[in-house]
T-cell receptor, first 116, second 114 residues
Framework: AQKITQTQPGMFVQEKEAVTLDCTYD???????LFWYKQPSSGEMIFLIY??????QNATEGRYSLNFQKARKSANLVISASQLGDSAMYFC?????????????FGTGTRLTIIP | ETGVTQSPTHLIKTRGQQVTLRCSSQ?????VSWYQQALGQGPQFIFQ???????GRGNFPPRFSGLQFPNYSSELNVNALELDDSALYLC?????????????FGPGTRLTVT
């Protein structure tokens, strides 16, 4: 079974609008972390935001927020007031802590295009 | 603090050849993970190095091997290259036992096998 599922292969959003990128995950471990990365065409994976499974509040980093619904195993990324520079691939990833290593499992990504 | 660096940026090799990719971890980090990202897909975990030893491996054959050096930098070696090895190779730097959110990636090496 897929551990990380991103069901939106591509999205088109008008500049300045908010956008939600979906991510669901599957794990039986009580301790895990969820990441969102942005990958522009240059290829570098840019860290955006992190949510720990025991964190009580949803993570926020500037225009990025993570809508964490633990019971539904959902960790959607919300980008407020989208900008042209937000056009990129976005990946959701999970780290399962008991594995003893830092391995990340990634989803297949969502290509976001911001329309002027 | 310095970020994660990788070399070379691009590489073209012929099927059957061997290749070495290099990664320097972020200052203060002691763990390096390597990922393969085929075109149009998410990165796939190859292996991880911590304290100069392999500490976890994904579903990759033994012709993918690595090293970690005392300064925490790392190499990824691929022998007997196949066409399907063409991909972006990413390394990620972290600190085992430190903040869980610190997983920072380098710019990647784009390998083309012809």
């Amino acid at each position: 079974a897929q551990k990380i599922t991103q069901t939106q292969p591509g999205m088109f959003v008008q500049e300045k609008e908010a956008v939600t990128l979906d991510c669901t995950y599957d794990t039986s471990d009580p301790s895990y972390g969820l990441f969102w990365y942005k990958q522009p065409s240059s290829g570098e994976m840019i860290f955006l935001i992190y949510q720990g499974s025991y964190d009580q509040q949803n993570a926020t980093e500037g225009r990025y927020s993570l809508n964490f619904q633990k019971a539904r195993k959902s960790a959607n990324l919300v980008i407020s007031a989208s900008q042209l520079g937000d056009s990129a691939m976005y990946f959701c990833a999970m780290r399962e802590a008991p594995s003893g290593n830092e391995k990340l499992t990634f989803g297949t990504g969502t290509r976001l295009t911001i329309i002027p | 603090e310095t970020g994660v660096t990788q070399s070379p940026t691009h590489l073209i090799k012929t099927r059957g050849q061997q290749v070495t990719l290099r990664c320097s971890s972020q200052s203060g980090h002691n763990t390096v993970s390597w990922y393969q990202q085929a075109l149009g897909q998410g990165p796939q975990f190859i292996f991880q190095y911590y304290r100069e030893e392999e500490n976890g491996r994904g579903n990759f054959p033994p012709r993918f091997s690595g090293l970690q050096f005392p300064n925490y930098s790392s190499e990824l070696n691929v022998n007997a290259l196949e066409l399907d090895d063409s991909a972006l190779y990413l390394c990620a730097s972290s600190f085992t036992g430190g903040a869980a959110y610190e997983q920072y990636f380098g710019p990647g090496t784009r390998l083309t096998v012809t």
